[in-house]
């Protein structure tokens, strides 16, 4: 210890200084920094409803919800079939396809390529699809199955199903 | 009220009187006309002032067109359209602006390999490399933001691939994601606050170039033969002589970057940014800028998200260490006949990684994009830090006035 009582008490005092001065920076930093995420009339767009009577067998239609794009697929039996023989171990990211989806010929997703945001292809008649018949993403080559899983590419994860409910046999409220 | 005790060093009052309460006049004098220049300097030391122009000229052609654009999701398009075809001399302003971002790259890009290839970013110039190594970061981040503003498809689909580049990182990526485009896809708040960082950031690059000017001029520039200046002897002033020399390359410079806005504006740009942006459709192809492909082949080369966005990241902070990954003491290529030819690759392949960039990926492009990857990090970890062991460097010339008297014999 100092032989100088005062030079504690202005260690003390320099010290309890900056970490005032420190906590009021701080402080003032975050009404700055959470301006900058999303703001409340931005968050109020939380909900979309969609008629989905009109969508036959084997056709999909997309949807737009939080600005994203929603697909929303009516599968044939056979897309099912083949989406729940997959083995578990043939999956980047295991999830079991009954997991994925409220009525087996509903499949919904956010349509939104967990690799790097593109819009994967495969939503109208003519695209390609990909090598397991579901989805492609152009820009980095990722495929997608008819459960929505990734099954090849840079992707790490399965394509994200969005908060759904079905109000009645025809309409889905979505987030 | 001039006392008359104020030292009268000019002959011009106002000078004298500026002078002894700011004492600027003798600081322009001392940096931009006795300033010494090693006088073997060749023109690729004019690359600096060409960039501090052009960097001007990208400053005052933005804030102009900035009065006629309006960073709104619905209106940026047209209002971008507006300035092509109905504001006076708008389409001028913006062919400028978009030609002069490709140009300082280009010059800044032969700045860098100068730098690299004479070994400028050697002791005691390593704190003068990483403020210019800032300096491009903070021009890649401008030039992103400034390609989102048309808000044309490839604005759009480059800003949503770039920001979801933050996603990767564990745990609070999404958040990050989030928060900086104020919305969960790029929207309108993202438009909105990439305009105003876009306005700012040149302003900072400006503040950090005048501290990389200023700390070169501490211990003066280096040259093609990379020793020290030894004598008056080795120099010729700022002024008239390098003044001039960069006057010619200045004019060189315009008739270059006047050919190609007068004639061929759009040969550096993709036509899918003239479609507005869609949400909902993505391009077949996205491209970045050509000037920032090397990097973009290198985050497509790695089969695995997190590892792509890392190397990515890495390849371009490995060229702050760089002064300290180089081992040798001899600062010129000219000198390392070994490293010379090592140092020419690594910018030949830097501009393959840049053309395999633009292609997609897949099949040889693909190939040669990994091929790349392995030479740019084992140039850097690999040759840098150990060929001085086997490498015979050539002999140093005593001085530079004997390079200059050899040279003229």
Redo the contacts between chains.
């Keep these: 210890m100092s032989e100088n009582p005062n030079e504690k008490r202005r260690d003390f005092l320099q010290l309890s200084t900056i970490t005032l001065g420190a906590v009021g920076t701080a402080a003032f930093m975050w009404p700055f920094l959470k301006s900058m995420n999303p703001a409340e009339d931005t968050l109020a767009l939380g909900s979309t409803e969609v008629d989905i009577g009109s969508i036959e067998e084997g056709q999909s239609i997309t949807v737009k919800w939080r600005g994203k794009p929603v697909f929303i697929r009516k599968r044939t039996k056979e897309e099912i079939e083949e989406a729940r023989t997959v083995e578990f171990t043939d999956l980047k990211d295991p999830a079991k396809d009954v997991d994925r989806v409220q009525k087996e010929e509903w499949l919904i997703l956010v349509g939104v390529c967990t690799h790097l945001g593109c819009v994967p292809l495969g939503q109208k008649m003519s695209d390609t699809k990909g090598e397991f018949n579901g989805w492609y993403c152009p820009c980095h080559g990722s495929h997608y199955d008819t459960s929505g899983r990734i099954r090849k590419g840079p992707a790490p994860n399965n394509l994200d199903v969005p908060p759904y409910n079905f109000l009645n046999d025809t309409t889905i409220k979505i987030g | 009220m001039n006392h008359s005790s104020e030292p009268k060093k000019y002959k011009n009052p106002i000078l004298n009187w500026i002078e002894f309460r700011l004492p600027i006049i003798s600081y322009f004098e001392k940096e931009y006309g006795e300033y010494p220049m090693p006088k073997n300097c060749n023109y690729f030391w004019s690359f600096g002032a060409l960039a501090s122009i052009l960097l001007i000229v990208m400053i005052i052609s933005g804030i102009f067109i900035a009065m006629n654009y309006t960073p709104h999701t619905d209106m940026a398009f047209d209002s971008v359209e507006r300035i092509m075809r109905d504001v006076n001399y708008g389409w001028l302003l913006r062919y400028i602006h978009s030609n002069g971002a490709a140009f300082f790259f280009i010059i800044v890009y032969i700045h860098m390999i100068r730098g690299m290839y004479y070994g400028s970013y050697k002791y005691p110039r390593e704190l003068n490399w990483i403020l210019g190594v800032f300096i491009y970061l903070l021009m890649m981040a401008t030039s992103f933001l400034g390609y989102t503003l048309p808000w044309g498809q490839m604005s759009y689909?480059g800003a949503?691939?770039i920001?979801?580049?933050f996603s990767v990182i564990p745990f609070v990526g999404e958040g990050l994601k989030?928060?900086?485009l104020?919305?969960?896809?790029v929207?309108n708040?993202t438009l909105n606050?990439f305009f105003a960082l876009h306005y700012v950031l040149p302003f900072v690059i400006l503040g950090i170039v005048g501290l990389h000017v200023a700390a070169v001029h501490v211990h003066g520039s280096n040259n093609p033969d990379g020793i020290d200046i030894k004598s008056k002897k080795d120099t010729v002033s700022f002024f008239p002589y390098m003044l001039l020399k960069d006057t010619l390359a200045v004019c060189v410079l315009g008739v270059l970057i006047s050919a190609v806005i007068f004639f061929g504006p759009n040969i550096m740009a993709e036509v899918d940014n003239y479609i507005p942006a869609d949400?909902?459709?993505?391009p077949?192809?996205?491209v970045p800028n050509w000037y920032l492909a090397p990097f973009y082949a290198i985050l497509?080369a790695?089969?695995?998200?997190?590892g792509?966005v890392a190397l990515m990241f890495a390849s371009i902070l490995v060229l702050f260490v760089l002064p300290w990954l180089d081992r040798s003491d001899v600062r010129s290529c000219n000198y390392r006949p070994l490293y010379k030819w090592f140092m020419i690759l690594f910018f030949v392949n830097f501009f393959v990684l840049g053309y395999v960039g633009l292609k997609p990926?897949?099949g040889l492009y693909l190939l040669i994009a990994r091929l790349g990857l392995v030479y740019y990090f084992g140039f850097f970890f690999i040759i840098s830090p150990f060929i001085h062991l086997i490498e015979k460097t050539k002999e140093l010339p005593a001085s530079i006035s004997d390079v200059y008297l050899g040279m003229t014999k």
């Design positions: 689909w949503t691939v920001t979801n580049l989030t928060w900086l104020g919305d969960y896809t929207g708040a606050r949400p909902l459709v993505t077949a192809h996205i497509r790695i089969p695995d998200k997190l792509g990926a897949e």
